[in-house]
């Protein structure tokens, strides 16, 4: 059964940092990419960053060069950095681990989330 930890959220000032991080297990492994989300009230789940299991990384636009994201593949558990925090990063941030195999079969996996809000 995979279960994920998440850690982290909490209230910050604007232009303070939080760090996130999201601890895997019951099947998750290194092959699995693992990335972050967000879902702000009345809006979408959207993508904040990505990580592969080489290391490649993707980040949304909004997010590029104030939130870091990282892995330790040893114990499955990747982390989200987040400087220069904005009011409108308050949102609920959703670990994720996603794994597609040669042949086609396709794993996806969320955390409960954690809330992160940005405000005075």
């Known amino acids: 059964q995979v279960q994920f930890v998440e850690s982290g959220g909490g209230l910050v000032q604007p232009g303070g940092s939080l760090s996130l991080s999201c601890a895997a297990s019951?099947?998750?492994?290194?092959?699995?990419?693992m990335g972050w989300y967000r879902q702000a009230p009345g809006k979408e789940r959207e993508l904040v960053a990505t990580?592969?299991?080489?290391?490649?990384?993707n980040y949304a636009d909004s997010v590029k060069g104030r939130f870091t994201i990282s892995r330790d593949s040893a114990e499955n558990t990747v982390y989200l950095q987040m400087n220069s925090l904005k009011p409108e990063d308050t949102a609920v941030y959703y670990c994720?681990?996603?794994?597609?195999?040669?042949?086609?079969?396709?794993?996806?996996?969320w955390g409960q989330g954690t809330q992160v809000t940005v405000s005075s």
């Open positions: 990580i592969t299991s080489g290391g490649s990384t």
């Open positions: 994720r681990a996603d794994y597609s195999t040669a042949w086609g079969s396709k794993y996806n996996y």
């Open positions: 019951g099947g998750i492994d290194s092959n699995f990419r």
